[in-house]
């Protein structure tokens, strides 16, 4: 009988998992169980989905289920397994929409449940006109709503938050941001996210740091505002929760499997879990850090495809080895790209580096060439021998690029010397003839001891 | 006395040598001399110039002699060096405005007298309405020809020609440009030269490939028209010569400094050239090339800055190398930016290497994100390991800073399956969950063995 491969989650992770199982392996017997309606979406397109840049959910969707059939994938949505046997190598499944319960036995299971949105512990979480974001489903009701509201508050300022509040902008709501640290995307450097709230401010809409939400105001169990700690209210009939994400581990703790940082499910390097028979990867588990070696918990759509990958890749019997992340992050604001990577000075000197950063500004043309758009960049190195240890770059939609560089030097361990010493390519209309990269390298170079 | 320092050209490798020198030893007496009108111009600009984009031509000019004076470097525009003694350590200058001959001595001297275009060797090269591009003079003398012409014609189809060909079309002249080669940019792979010559046909430019012209024909001593071996007459009031340049080494010549590939300069990995109290940097003189380690002639702006600095440091005793060059290069023909890093196929073969190549095309954004542009992407790698030997990529203007990835990552001597694994920054606004890069990865992946 062919060995029998169950699937625990149909999107990124899964689905990559599932695929390259089967590719590699064509007589695995492959079923994959989704508990929404949707395999294969992706998630991080639903902002754009919400503020209509993306006309219908399908277009989110890479792969339906019918298109899996064809890769031999057996996909069943609406299915939501509830329990894990581990002794008896089965699961148990519920279909949603009639609620019959059956058992499905597996060789090999893979894990791939994702994140749960958090949800702030504050009177009026639950009022109507509050939502979080993480399903086509969470996408399809919030755009219904967004067409009959004027006033939306987003609870978080991280990327997620930050793209949603653009995108509710964009469709001519008024749009407040309450965000608890005392600056936006807290993995930047101070003057970078200032950089993000002026590029916010300037567009429209209200930014507040250093601001806690200590409750959510209703009126016959619909929102109508959010109040904040300073006593402050703001009205609102719209509100979005995007305070980040927790790993989506109820089965993998009912059956007993180890957990690891922030309550991840712990995976060596070959996505197996504590349990041999079983895999794990994306939002649900953990990754390791290129430059610390250490476990941490990165949930991003890049990392699951890559673990999804290895899993399915060891699952048949090929001892691939997942690659570190860097915690690479890009994401637009109205016109501004804002991209990082690898570890912020702070964050960097915890981790027990002798850190130390620069930053520079830069046109991304050659000064002369019109169109040019200034480009904030800024390198996080050691100071004894200049090994980098993380970028930011702010500036036009080429920051992405830029970064990106810096992800292959870090991960080449590079120091700011070979940094500067790179032949990158030079024309007036694309890049001055000091790109911002080696302006910053050349910088940092004066750090260095 | 202070010890004299004597540079001879003063444009990038002249200036950023004779600035590091000064800038680290400030009691070095430092004179520049320069042939032209103008000192530091980014001659890279010129074909913006005359399309006028760039305004003015002061507005190419980095650092005038004013500027330069106050950071103590003293600057003669209009001065030519007309030989070298190096018996008794002087230069023999003429003064172009009134004929005036002195001598210059020096402690140390810097070559950094640029390139010239090459001259087909045709009947009519000298006709008026025949010119090349490469000084300030050249760009004012030919924009002012543009305003007065209907119909160009640009011999050469490498990055300046098609540069020129872009700007010239855009002021509403028709153009044809005519390239021996069977394919423009010939260091491309075929299908990706095609893709620039559809880009220019798209634009109304009309593309002969292996086409030699064989004379140029005018009345009167003003050029009409452009005759091909193939007997084919062209009629222009314009043609640009842009079939490439040589290094400018007539006076390396007349006082012996050894010479090397392609006639350029010899010199080490400190610029220093077969006099020790002589260096050479820039557009005279060679580089080394990263993978193969051997001297190459790769006149480029970026290659010119970063010698020049290297020479300044050794003049004053500060014992900096050279990076080697990729011969990195991008341009932008209309909409289409084209890129390239490292070694073609074919040139990697002539160099040794068991090279395959692979291309891929894939859309920059999220395939549902609006705006996306197919990039085309091209890693060149050995079979064995995977090492990466060059890259080049044609899309968006995202395709710059995608091949920027490739200079770091072989820079780093990365194997493709190395380039796979980067954790490149993902948004859909911004790029695809899977980079192009990674695509190309993958698809390499399959070919090594």
Same mark, same amino acid.
């Given at each position: 009988m062919a060995k029998r491969l169950v699937v625990i989650g149909g999107t990124a992770a899964g689905l990559s998992a599932a695929s390259k199982a089967k590719r590699s392996c064509p007589e695995l017997d492959v079923t994959v169980f989704e508990r929404t309606c949707y395999t294969s979406y992706g998630a991080c397109g639903l902002p754009y989905f919400v503020g209509g840049l993306v006309a219908e959910p399908e277009d989110l969707i890479t792969l339906n289920v019918e298109q899996l059939a064809r890769r031999g994938i057996d996909t069943h949505v609406r299915h939501e397994v509830q329990k894990i046997d581990r002794e008896r190598k089965c699961v148990e499944v519920v279909r949603l929409t009639d609620g019959r319960v059956f058992e499905a036995p597996y060789d090999i299971l893979v894990l791939a449940t994702g994140a749960k949105p958090l949800v702030p512990?504050?009177?009026?979480?639950?009022?109507?006109?509050?939502?979080?974001?993480?399903?086509? +489903?969470?996408?399809?009701?919030?755009?219904?709503?967004?067409? %009959? #509201?004027?006033?939306? @508050? /987003?609870?978080? &300022?991280?990327?997620?938050?930050?793209?949603?509040?653009?995108?509710?902008?964009?469709?001519?709501?008024?749009?407040?941001?309450?965000?608890?640290?005392?600056?936006?995307?807290?993995?930047?450097? +101070?003057?970078?996210?200032?950089?993000?709230?002026?590029?916010? %401010? #300037?567009?429209?809409? @209200? /930014?507040?740091? &250093?601001?806690?939400?200590?409750?959510?105001?209703?009126?016959?169990?619909?929102?109508?505002?959010?109040?904040?700690?300073?006593?402050?209210?703001?009205?609102?009939?719209?509100?979005?929760?995007?305070?980040?994400?927790?790993?989506?581990?109820?089965?993998?703790?009912?059956?007993?499997?180890?957990l690891g940082p922030k309550g991840a499910i712990k995976v060596d390097a070959h996505q197996r879990t504590s349990d041999p028979d079983i895999y794990a990867c994306g939002d649900c588990c953990h990754s390791f850090h290129t430059l610390t070696g250490k476990p941490v918990y990165v949930p991003l759509g890049t990392t699951a495809n890559k673990q999804g990958r290895v899993a399915g890749e060891n699952i048949v019997g090929n001892p691939a080895t997942s690659p570190g992340v860097l915690g690479s992050l890009v994401t637009k604001v109205f016109n501004l790209t804002v991209a990082a990577t690898g570890l912020g000075e702070a964050q960097a000197k915890r981790e027990g580096f002798d850190a130390v950063s620069c930053t520079i500004v830069k046109s991304d043309r050659a000064s002369y060439y019109p169109g040019g758009i200034d480009t904030r960049m800024t390198l996080v190195f050691e100071q004894k021998g200049g090994r980098l240890l993380g970028a930011q770059a702010l500036g036009g939609p080429t920051a992405a690029g830029r970064v990106n560089v810096l992800v292959a030097a870090i991960a080449a361990g590079m120091t700011v010397q070979q940094l500067g010493e790179l032949d990158l390519v030079y024309s007036p209309s694309v890049a001055p003839v000091y790109d911002p990269i080696l302006i910053a390298a050349s910088q940092a170079l004066k750090l260095v001891q």
């Open positions: 512990d504050i009177q009026g979480h639950d009022l109507k006109g509050v939502h979080s974001l993480r399903t086509v +489903e969470d996408g399809i009701m919030l755009r219904s709503i967004v067409r %009959e #509201s004027k006033r939306a @508050v /987003v609870i978080g &300022g991280g990327f997620i938050g930050l793209e949603v509040a653009e995108q509710l902008r964009e469709t001519g709501l008024h749009v407040e941001v309450v965000e608890l640290e005392n600056r936006l995307l807290p993995m930047l450097e +101070e003057s970078n996210s200032q950089m993000v709230k002026d590029a916010l %401010e #300037s567009h429209g809409v @209200v /930014v507040h740091t &250093g601001a806690s939400a200590t409750e959510i105001l209703g009126t016959d169990g619909f929102v109508h505002g959010v109040k904040l700690a300073n006593g402050e209210e703001i009205s609102a009939d719209l509100v979005l929760l995007s305070i980040g994400v927790s790993p989506e581990t109820s089965l993998a703790a009912q059956c007993g499997l180890e």
